[in-house]
């Protein structure tokens, strides 16, 4: 086996554990935030500003999950563009 198909084959594992790691801490997180939710709409003894602190606090680690998602995928897809480039003949 060549070492650019051995190297694209690890990288695409990498990735996609990756992806199945990040997925399932979106879904525990989402599953946590619903459960935060139900707990605040019945939690009469916090003031509303309480509440929307809590709530906004979970818009930005939404949008922190977000940013690092896209990040990441595209330091794969920099990494792929690179490999592929190298991994080419180069034309005289």
Partial sequence: MDHEKLFNQTLKAYKTSFDNTFSTIITFQDQTEQMMNLFLDN??????????????????????????????????????????????????
Avoid: C, T
């Fill in 43 to 92: 939690a009469s003894y916090i003031p509303e500003e309480g509440k929307k602190a809590i709530q906004d606090w979970g818009k930005s680690y939404k949008k922190s999950r977000e940013d690092y998602k896209a990040a990441v995928d595209e330091s794969y897809k920099k990494l792929e563009d690179f490999l592929g480039k190298m991994n080419k003949p180069s034309a005289k």
